[in-house]
Nanobody, 124 residues
Framework: QVQLVESGGGLVQPGGSLRLSCAAS????????MGWFRQAPGKEREFVAA????????NYADFVKGRFTISRDNAKNTVYLQMNSLKPEDTAVYYC????WGLGSPIGSEYDYWGQGTQVTVSS
């Protein structure tokens, strides 16, 4: 069992930055792939970024490439999402998720554990 708690969301102006954190419980965090997904009002959940258990494999959605960076610190049981050059269309609830296969898949159905989400609002 893995419990995930996101933090770091908030209100930011266009062009600004935020860093999201996802703290995980459990001793097996280092074996899980970790992903970030988001869901905007009236839209389906979509993949944002993912990282394999080792950190070697990283995947990004096309719309965040060059702006967002995913990283993990297995010693701290934490995964991060650094978000730069934020746009109003990035407004959404951001969720982190844990993938027991360890691969860091972009497919949401491969994730067994999800956090409660943190709101990110990009607005002037």
């Amino acid at each position: 069992q893995v419990q995930l708690v996101e933090s770091g969301g908030g209100l930011v102006q266009p062009g600004g930055s935020l860093r999201l954190s996802c703290a995980a419980s459990g001793r097996t965090f280092s074996s899980y792939g970790m992903g970030w997904f988001r869901q905007a009002p009236g839209k389906e959940r979509e993949f944002v970024a993912a990282i394999s258990w080792s950190g070697v494999t990283i995947n990004y959605a096309d719309f965040v490439k060059g702006r967002f960076t995913i990283s993990r610190d297995n010693a701290k049981n934490t995964v991060y999402l650094q978000m730069n050059s934020l746009k109003p269309e990035d407004t959404a609830v951001y969720y982190c998720a844990a993938d027991p296969w360890g691969l860091g898949s972009p497919i949401g159905s491969e994730y067994d554990y999800w956090g409660q989400g943190t709101q990110v609002t990009v607005s002037s």
